[in-house]
């Protein structure tokens, strides 16, 4: 899960409160948990000390929420009265969870948040493409790209001009499917996708991957249901192709991404035929280590595993976000008079977002670092 979204909660000092509250309309009393619910936070902000003014602010915020076409969960951070993140969950919290804190408390966000990376997905025919993007949540426009159409009859007589037509006809399908690529390479930057779905005719599909530039033909998957018709669209197999595609991917990366902390931990023997090798030094295990790597920037990926000892272990930390430490002293040598305490896996995910690291959780049963805290590293010392 990439971290920029965060950033704006390190703009500014808190306190903080923060809400995962559950925003589901399943059952036939929807409308009274909702309202349990609500009360039922408000009660653990008050109790936590969240001055009435910030509460305020959270209550008239959750009171808009509409009755359908909800996420499952959201996640609320407020300071100064004034709600400043307020984000949809691909998950529902297992219990509503309110706190007041130095930071914000993020770390319920790596399991949450839809970790797989959005996709775009082009629907193809021998003229065009319309390009959506999808993620857990949503499925938008994001672009079309319009060829030139064939003309006459895919079928036409066997005589001296069957051959030329033909050629005309394949010429225009190429030159369509470097439109098309063309339209791809230019929306990808923008879209913030992770994969790119082709969906169409399997010969449209390959005479179109076969133009994409190399970077995006390595994240490029097919797939055999869906295209550009309206009967395509509406393929019911689409959705769950797609699905598959993003989880497959997300757990490729994940399993990639803990081979070389493995390796890099100078623990390898573990690793599969085109996994990332990593040199002994290239990852950081524990909170000691971990914070060093955050300080100089070195992280490239943070990994928290689902149960983590040391995640709820206080660290001392000073308003910026490089100045945070195991000891009291440690932050006081960085110029900060008077340093507060904080969660160790709040603190970590301040530090990773504003070295434009990502963030992995590794589920339970997985093997990963040692306290549920480490880091692959971009580069050691």
């Known amino acids: 899960m990439e971290l920029g979204f965060l950033k704006p909660l390190f703009d500014r000092p808190g306190p903080w409160a923060s809400v995962y509250i559950d925003t589901s309309w399943a059952s036939e009393d929807a409308a009274q948990q909702w309202h349990l619910r609500r009360r ?53 919290p297992y219990i509503g969870e309110a706190s007041w804190s130095t930071l914000p408390h993020t770390a319920p966000l790596a399991g949450l948040r839809d970790d797989q990376p959005p996709c775009l997905v082009a629907f193809i025919d021998h003229v065009g493409a319309d390009l959506e993007l999808w993620d857990a949540l949503r499925q938008e426009p994001a672009g079309r790209a319009e060829g030139t159409p064939w003309r006459g009859h895919r079928t036409v007589p066997e005589d001296r001009h069957e051959w030329h037509y033909r050629n005309r006809v394949e010429n225009t399908w190429k030159q369509n499917a470097e439109i098309i690529a063309d339209e791809i390479n230019r929306t990808w930057p923008e879209c913030g996708a992770g994969l790119l779905v082709l969906a169409g005719d399997a010969r ?114 000073g308003p910026g976000a490089d100045q945070v430490g195991v000891q009291r002293g440690d932050v006081q040598a ?43 590293l971009r580069w050691t010392t």
């Not at 996640?75 to 709600?83: I, M, N, P, R, T």
């Not at 005479?207 to 019911?236: C, F, K, N």
């Open 40 to 92: 039922a936070v408000a009660g653990q902000l008050i109790d936590a000390g969240a001055d009435a003014y910030t509460c305020e602010a959270l209550m008239r915020r959750l009171a808009e929420e509409p009755v359908s076409g909800t996420p499952p969960g959201r996640a609320l951070f407020a300071a100064g009265a004034e709600v400043v993140l307020d984000l949809p969950l691909a998950a529902a």
């Open 334 to 376: 960085m110029g900060v008079p008077k340093p507060e305490r904080a969660r160790a896996d709040d603190a970590l995910m301040r530090s990773a977002a504003a070295g434009d690291a990502e963030v992995m959780l590794v589920p339970d049963g997985m093997a990963g670092p040692s306290g549920g805290l480490g880091a692959v």
């Open 204 to 317: 449209e599909r390959k005479v179109v991957r076969e133009r994409l530039p190399q970077q995006i033909r390595a994240v490029t998957v097919e797939t055999e249901h869906g295209s550009r018709s309206s009967a395509g669209r509406a393929d019911g197999h689409l959705d769950e192709a797609v699905a598959g595609i993003r989880e497959e991917h997300a757990r490729k990366r994940l399993r990639d991404a803990l081979d070389h902390f493995r390796a890099g931990r100078g623990r390898g023997g573990e690793h599969r035929p085109g996994s990332v090798e990593a040199g002994p030094g290239e990852a950081a295990e524990g909170v000691p280590a971990v914070l060093d790597a955050l300080r100089s920037h070195q992280v490239a990926t943070l990994l928290l595993a689902q149960i983590a000892p040391d995640a709820g272990r206080d660290v001392w930390i």
